[in-house]
T-cell receptor, first 115, second 115 residues
Framework: AQSVTQLDSQVPVFEEAPVELRCNYSSSVSVYLFWYVQYPNQGLQLLLKYLSGSTLVKGINGFEAEFNKSQTSFHLRKPSVHISDTAEYFCAVSDLAGTASKLTFGTGTRLQVTL | DSGVTQTPKHLITATGQRVTLRCSPRSGDLSVYWYQQSLDQGLQFLIQYYNGEERAKGNILERFSAQQFPDLHSELNLSSLELGDSALYFC??????????????FGQGTRLTVV
């Protein structure tokens, strides 16, 4: 079984400041890792994904994440946030085994960007 | 626009009733996933279909059922509705059934309110 822990339920930050949203996972098998963003009254949009290869993954809207296998982490970062980044961010894992790959989501982190 | 279409966007119904949520996947995607998002449970995987066949089952109640039709659209049927079934129900689709084709694209969701 897999699980995802997002340690911060809310992260307040000023515009143009850097931000890091933390994600740790637990799995007995190798996994794929994802970050999704959910804007108010919207569906989930894929920000970035780690499938294999380079552990530093770049996504849309200036976000990036680093896969750390030894620490089982996949933290999301942005060097300078904008008001429009205010949203809920979800980390998710999917295992590589088998023929079905459901996503297991964390509880989400609410990023609140203010002036 | 993710290319995944869900109808209806909003649904209000009474306890004990039955409803059907519909999902049209992105063109070319064979897998359809259903997720439930509620305040107390977060994002929970319900069920996955691949090319018409059930592939994986999550925390789906016996009162709920789903199917995927030959044209690949999917329906989620919720019966004997309870107040606690009020939630946002997401459909997602992906190219394959697992592995590197796990990237899922989400619809905008159907907000179900049971009164």
């Amino acid at each position: 079984a897999q699980s995802v822990t997002q340690l911060d339920s809310q992260v307040p930050v000023f515009e143009e400041a850097p931000v890091e949203l933390r994600c740790n996972y637990s799995s007995s098998v190798s996994v794929y890792l994802f970050w999704y963003v959910q804007y108010p009254n919207q569906g989930l949009q894929l920000l970035l994904k780690y499938l294999s290869g380079s552990t530093l993954v770049k996504g849309i809207n200036g976000f990036e994440a680093e896969f750390n296998k030894s620490q089982t982490s996949f933290h999301l970062r942005k060097p300078s946030v904008h008001i429009s980044d205010t949203a809920e961010y979800f980390c998710a894992v999917s295992d590589l085994a088998g023929t079905a790959s459901k996503l297991t989501f964390g509880t989400g982190t609410r990023l609140q960007v203010t002036l | 626009d993710s290319g995944v279409t869900q109808t209806p966007k909003h649904l209000i119904t009474a306890t004990g009733q039955r409803v059907t949520l519909r999902c049209s996947p992105r063109s070319g995607d064979l897998s359809v996933y259903w997720y439930q998002q509620s305040l107390d449970q977060g994002l929970q995987f319900l069920i996955q279909y691949y090319n018409g066949e059930e592939r994986a089952k999550g925390n789906i109640l016996e009162r709920f059922s789903a199917q995927q039709f030959p044209d690949l659209h999917s329906e989620l049927n919720l019966s004997s509705l309870e107040l606690g079934d009020s939630a946002l129900y997401f459909c997602a689709s992906s190219r394959g059934q697992g592995g590197m084709n796990t990237e899922a694209f989400f619809g905008q969701g159907t907000r179900l309110t049971v009164v």
